[in-house]
Every structure is written in structure tokens, then in C-alpha cells.
């Protein structure tokens, strides 16, 4: 960890010591409002989109801050800004970025996806409208394989294509006309819906190394599949009868504690195995899954252990505070032995390093 192994560091923030055994260290980095995103850039650096303080901070290589994007400055700079009244970024959700170098900040209270250049300039923004439909309250965005940008409107109940210029090019989600979600059809009012491919509240879409594509569908507690072209090719989640136990092609999805259910996933990342990371606002935990999803073991405060870093498949989650415990967390991911996790609830992010299974 260098000279900044804990205590203060620059722009605010401060660290949680480093603890650990069996080879798993957890400490935290501390200062946040509402961190809801964790990801790194091209250069390897931390961003976190922090959604109060309307803003992105990055951190280096050390884990110590390095620059803000927001508050009272233009671009990327050094002020630490926490200005509230800032109207560049307004609920910055997450960020993504392209093979250009282009940064893509998902504002679920601006209602668009801000556009910045590696600078920190304002190259354009998408999804005001112009050049498809407004969106409602967008959650997080992805850059497919073909170049496109799938943006998750959670208020729309749907997941949004454009190029990568802002032209709307398709939409998944239940039509209000009633009809099914069979792939991505033209623009249309979409609605709340719980039949497979149907959406409820989605938070995140990733492609997965398979080429198909997942989406976190969160108040359906279920983790959907498609095709490329956007056909439903099945779940991952609990019935009234138990988890899954890998993907399933019916049946009706329910919250769920147990190892294999969820309770409002929000995030999802796979590993270069295949592997499965999600997230669950719910069940305030983090869990790993196969390929074919079985489920590995979940991280997280349980009711019969402490929580320093044990993958486990027993006991029963729960909101916590110490560390390697979580409190609504909303993004987690994965980079070389290491897990970053948006502990949203606690103001933090934590980092479990020796975690990979």
C-alpha cells in the first residue's frame, strides 16, 4: 500500500487499516455520501461515481485520491468538490469507458449519459430526447462488443440502444401495448412486467464472455439472459421452492436468502473464467456464481460468523458495519486477486484483496 497504507489522504478521504487472515487482507476507503459505482479507467485507475456529492473522484494506483470530475472546477482537477449545486453532473450513477477513451457518466437525476473526453471535457450527452426517447431515471450504462451503448433506465423498466454518437437504435422491455419482450424492438412506452424477458425496475446490463447478454432485473430478484439479439435464453435466481440451481427456462422468481437467491440484485461482473460476480441491494452481499450458475459462495455480515472475507455457503446475510460486512451495497468488482465493493449504506468502499476463488 505505500505511504498511504492508512489514515488521511488527500481530497477528504481517509482509510480503514488492512486486516486480514487465510491469505484475505479487507480494508476501506472512507469519505464518500453515496458511493453507487466502482470501476476502473483504461489506465487502471478507481472511479467512483459518488451520486450526493455530484461528482466522480478517481483514485491511483495506491488507492490514494487523485482527481475529481465536478464540483466547482471544469475537467478533471484537484479541488475535491463537493458542490451540491454543480449542474455538470446531477446524480452521477456510474461510469464506463470506451475503447476511445471517451468516460460515459450515467446521471439518474439529470436523466442522461454525459459524455467526457479523457480530460474531462464535455464532449455531448445522450438520451435528452433529441435523437430517440428521454429517459426516465438511468441507473448505469455498457459498451457492447458491436460498438453500441445499452443504457438501463430503471425508472423505464427497460434497457436502451444507441450508437455510441447517441442515436437510439432499440429497446428491451415489456411493451405497453402489450406486447412480449421478444428482442430489441423499436421505441415504445415499456411497463413494469414479471414474464420472462419482461423487466421490473432493471439496475445493470453486461455482456458476458459467452456474447450473450445479462441484466440485473432487481425487484423481479432474478438475474436475466439474452441472445444477442435480445431473446430470452433464461434466469438465474429463487423460486417458492428454492434457488435454481443454474439457469432456468421457467417458473416464477421470488427474494430469496439462501445461497443462490437474490433480494434486488443491482450489479453484476464477470471474471475472465466466466464467473459470475452480483450484487444484492437486498440481502446486503455479494455473491459468486458459475458459468453454468451454480453458486460459489457469497461474502457479506452473516447471523453465525464474522465476516472477514470468507466465501461462504451457510448462515444467513446481514446488515452490518465492520468490515467485510455490507450495508445496501450497489456495485462490486473484480480486478487481479481483488474485489471493490460500493458499500453505499456505510459511505465507503471496501476492497477485499485475496478473494478470488
Excluded at 304 to 320: C, I, K, N, S, T
Aim: proline share 6%; net charge negative.
Amino acid at each position: 500500500m505505500g505511504r498511504h497504507a492508512e489514515g488521511s489522504l488527500p481530497g477528504g478521504f481517509d482509510r480503514e487499516p488492512f486486516r486480514g487472515r487465510d491469505g484475505v487482507t479487507i480494508g476501506s476507503l472512507r469519505g464518500f455520501a453515496r458511493p453507487f459505482s466502482v470501476g476502473f479507467d483504461a489506465e487502471g485507475r478507481l472511479l467512483v461515481a459518488d451520486m450526493d456529492r455530484n461528482c466522480v473522484d478517481r483514485f491511483d494506483a495506491s488507492l490514494a485520491w487523485d482527481a475529481t470530475l465536478g464540483g466547482s472546477q471544469p475537467g478533471w482537477h484537484r479541488e475535491a468538490g463537493r458542490g451540491s449545486g454543480d449542474p455538470l453532473l446531477a446524480g452521477p450513477h456510474s461510469t464506463v469507458q470506451d475503447p476511445e477513451g471517451l468516460l460515459y457518466v450515467t446521471e439518474y437525476a439529470g436523466r442522461r449519459v454525459s459524455v467526457f473526453d479523457p480530460e474531462g471535457r464535455l464532449v455531448r450527452r445522450i438520451g435528452e430526447g433529441s435523437r430517440g426517447p428521454a429517459l426516465a431515471g438511468p441507473a448505469t450504462a455498457e459498451i457492447g462488443p458491436d460498438g453500441c451503448l445499452l443504457v438501463v433506465d430503471y425508472q423505464a423498466s427497460a434497457v436502451l440502444r444507441f450508437d455510441l454518437l447517441g442515436r437510439f437504435t432499440g429497446c428491451l422491455g415489456r411493451r405497453a401495448d402489450g406486447e412480449p419482450a421478444t428482442g430489441f424492438g423499436p421505441a415504445a412506452k415499456t411497463v413494469e412486467s414479471g414474464a420472462l424477458g419482461g423487466l421490473r425496475r432493471p439496475h445493470m446490463a453486461r455482456w458476458g464472455p459467452d456474447g450473450r447478454l445479462y441484466v440485473a432485473d432487481t425487484w423481479n430478484h432474478r438475474i436475466q439472459r439474452y441472445e444477442p439479439e435480445g431473446s430470452f435464453s433464461g434466469w438465474l435466481g429463487a423460486t417458492a421452492q428454492g434457488p435454481t440451481a443454474g439457469w432456468a427456462s421457467d417458473g416464477n422468481s421470488v427474494s430469496s436468502p439462501a445461497p443462490g437467491g437474490l433480494d434486488a440484485p443491482v450489479a453484476m461482473a464477470f471474471a475472465d473464467d466466466g464467473s459470475l460476480v452480483v450484487t444484492e441491494w437486498g440481502n446486503h452481499r455479494v455473491q459468486l456464481f458459475s458459468r453454468d450458475g451454480e453458486c460459489l459462495g457469497w461474502l457479506g455480515g452473516s447471523d453465525d460468523a464474522d465476516a472477514l472475507g470468507e466465501w461462504r455457503l451457510h448462515g444467513v446475510p446481514r446488515e452490518g458495519t465492520a468490515l467485510g460486512s455490507f450495508s445496501r451495497p450497489y456495485d462490486a468488482c473484480r480486478r487481479g486477486d481483488a474485489l471493490y465493493v460500493a458499500d453505499t449504506h456505510n459511505h465507503r468502499i471496501q476492497v477485499v484483496r485475496g478473494s478470488a476463488r
